[in-house]
């Protein structure tokens, strides 16, 4: 017997809808009654996406780094992270998303959406059709606050509380949000879909992200120097334990932060979802091996290895197949064992939590690989030819190339211009020895993290 096929989203519609003494529905009105339960349905997943990359920076970042400092600097290093989640959520309302997604220049947005006005009920056409307009907004919140956070890693257990916010600060206005816009902005310089004069896929943020944040962080590691002790004493992570549950933590939320830029619940959702998982497995195993080639394999190890997998695999998420997504993990998890374990050591900068060999390498490495993976077949919103290396368009390489060289450019001078202007206006952005040997929880905070005495 043949069965009536009922399409998915009628499932969605009130019963009453089919009642006999109910008027039968005319085509227009089941359209728009199918078009409200999709768009309940989308909004339903951008909101818990929204949540998800939040749980990003606290707890997920905020354990994850808390965990690797040593025990004197556990809550300066929590409170960092804390304090972004609501400093950049207040520049974002006030400016942030205007200058980011305004309709400006190829490099910056305008000021048409200052404290979201504007921002409401009524989709965002260009980018989530879908979804309330607000609802956009405030996703993309999230990227700006996890962004400048990843930073605090190269500088961590020597930067001034009040350094960090002001460097935090200018850093949002003078590298992300010009960032945000170059490459996702409508017109803006590096935008595949809305008009970019350079066309550079980055699906949730390798370039935007990852590379901003890496390089920067980089900078600062060299700018701020050596912690008192480097290489000399053991600086070991004080508790794996909590570095463990943030990794995880981050690698969950992580589905969020790539399939939820799919902008809406479809099959370009889980096709990111899966490429992001699969890469971050292939890249823990990568780390691993490598470990164990040399070594022993280890926690820490494996929990590096899967964030740098998630990093690698972010840009191309939403452009990827799994079996790409797979090598690019595992090619992720092998360069940055190395530029963490290997090159770090023998260059002799003190990026103390590894910020710039995972992110700023890892996001660079993406964002090419990209060039070379990207397929229609993943992401029909790709244009005719415009696809990556391997279905005929090398150019596309060599654009990836060129977003990824811009953006750590804009990285490099905008951060140390914000470098000399803090110390300028602070007196220095580093805090004293006696309160770096005390410990920033003390110094900076008042607080210790763990009463041993009680």
Known sequence: MNRLKVPALLLALPASMFAADTPPLTPEQLMAAVKAAQSAGDNAWMLV?????????????????????R????????????????LSSVLWLLVGYSLSFGEGSAFIGDFRYVMFHGVGAEPMADYAPTV?????????????IITPALICGAFAERMKFSAMVLFMTLWSFIVYYPMAHLVWGKGGLLNAFLGGRIPCYDFAGGTVVHITSGVSALVCAIYMGKRKGYGHEPMKPHSL?????????????????????????GSLASSAFLATH????????????????????????????????????????????????????????ILCYF????????????????????????????AILTGVFVSRAVNPAIPEGKAGLLEGNPIQLWNQT???????VVAVVGTLVILKICSAVLNG??????????????????EEGYNLEA
């Open 241 to 265: 334990v909590l570095s463990f549950i943030g990794a995880c933590l981050l690698w969950v939320g992580w589905f969020g932060f790539n399939a939820g830029s799919a902008l809406s619940a």
């Open 49 to 69: 996406s929204t949540a998800l990359v939040l749980m990003m920076t606290g707890p997920g970042l905020a354990l994850f780094y808390g965990g690797l400092v």
């Open 402 to 408: 060129l977003g990824a060289l811009l953006a750590a």
């Open 71 to 86: 025990m004197k600097n556990v809550l300066a290093t929590l409170m960092q992270s804390f304090s972004l989640m609501a």
């Open 132 to 144: 309330p307009h607000q609802t956009f907004a405030t996703f993309q919140m999230m990227f700006a």
């Open 339 to 366: 530029m963490v374990v290997k090159v770090k050591n023998r260059l002799g900068y003190d990026d103390a939590l590894d910020a710039f060999g995972v992110h700023g390498v890892g996001g660079t490495l993406g």
């Open 278 to 333: 699969i890469g971050a497995s292939a890249a823990a195993i990568g780390w691993v091996l490598m470990e164990w080639i040399f070594s022993k394999p280890s926690v820490l190890g494996g929990i590096s290895g899967a964030v740098a997998g998630l990093v690698v695999i972010t840009p191309a998420s939403g452009f990827v197949g799994p079996g790409a997504a797979l090598i690019m993990g595992l090619a992720g998890g």
């Open 429 to 446: 952005v580093r805090v004293q020895e006696h309160d770096e040997i005390e410990g920033l929880d003390l110094s900076q905070h008042g």
